[in-house]
């Protein structure tokens, strides 16, 4: 089974990890990029950018073909206590995690609907359950996306098409290596597998809500945390 996979954030961290597992299994996984060289395939997109949303999917239909497997994957945090949070920094959190993934998941819907088959995910965290503090306007985007997919899940339902979201832990990413060792530690601490994960564990969740296997899950939070969010 050959699909064309969409990847936003595809050209690092987990999302790399992500497009590596698609194609692994022999999929063609593309993921978009911003700048620097281009990944192999690519196509340019600012998930905060409207128009760059409708560019990108339309060079992906091109060269491609619609999008079968939607994986929303693209983010960013602006840590800091809300009080001290300008505007700017909040509207760019929201309009990345939250109003970007929503964007392309309308934008994908389109072929999917015409197909009556697809696979959206979406990439939260344990912290759009627990929250996390300095980073509430993250969590919010976070959170928002598990109303959108369970919204979404019963819009899209009766076409065939999944909508979940998966919420890692702690990633070894360039996102998280910001937060400094000490944090670091705090987070395995609280974490029964007491560990962070690898961004090919969270790739694995992603495959597998998009594989055959999850043909019956639709609107849930699949965690990939080592229990740090359990019972949230
Ligand atoms: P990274 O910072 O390593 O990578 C973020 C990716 O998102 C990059 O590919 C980046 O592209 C892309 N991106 C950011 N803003 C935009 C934008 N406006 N348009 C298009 N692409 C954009 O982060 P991670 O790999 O760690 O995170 C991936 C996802 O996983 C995020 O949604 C994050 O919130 C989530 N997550 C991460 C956790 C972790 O511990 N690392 C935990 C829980 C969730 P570019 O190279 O152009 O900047």
């Given amino acids: 089974m050959s699909r064309v996979v969409l990847v936003t954030g595809g050209n690092r961290g987990i999302g790399e990890a992500i497009v590596t597992a698609f194609r692994d299994a022999g999929d063609t996984a593309i993921a978009t990029y911003r700048h620097g060289p281009p990944p192999q395939p690519g196509v340019i997109m600012d998930v905060a950018d409207p128009a760059s949303i409708d560019a990108g999917f339309l060079a992906v239909e091109q060269h491609w073909g619609p999008v079968e497997v939607l994986v929303a994957n693209a983010g960013i945090t602006r840590d800091g206590l809300l009080v001290r949070t300008d505007v700017a920094d909040l509207d760019d959190v929201l309009a990345t995690n939250l109003r970007g993934s929503l964007l392309c998941a ?3 819907t389109r072929g999917m609907l015409r197909a009556r088959s697809g696979r ?12 996390s503090a300095g980073q509430t306007g993250y969590a919010a985007a976070k959170a928002g996306l598990i109303g959108a997919a369970r919204s979404l899940a019963r819009e899209l339902g009766p076409r065939g098409i999944t909508v979940n979201v998966v919420a890692p832990g ?11 060792d000490t944090a670091r530690q705090a987070i395995i601490e ?16 992603v495959t597998f809500l998009a594989g ?20 949230h």
């Fill in 170 to 180: 702690y990633v070894d990413t360039a996102m998280t290596e910001v937060l400094g």
């Fill in 106 to 108: 309308q934008r994908a």
């Fill in 120 to 131: 959206i995910i979406l990439i939260g965290s344990v912290v759009g359950l627990s929250g």
């Fill in 212 to 231: 055959e296997a999850a043909g019956f899950i639709t609107g849930a939070v699949i965690p990939c945390d080592g229990g740090l969010g359990m019972g």
């Fill in 190 to 205: 609280r974490t029964p597998l007491g560990r962070t994960a690898h961004p090919a564990e969270v790739a694995a969740v």
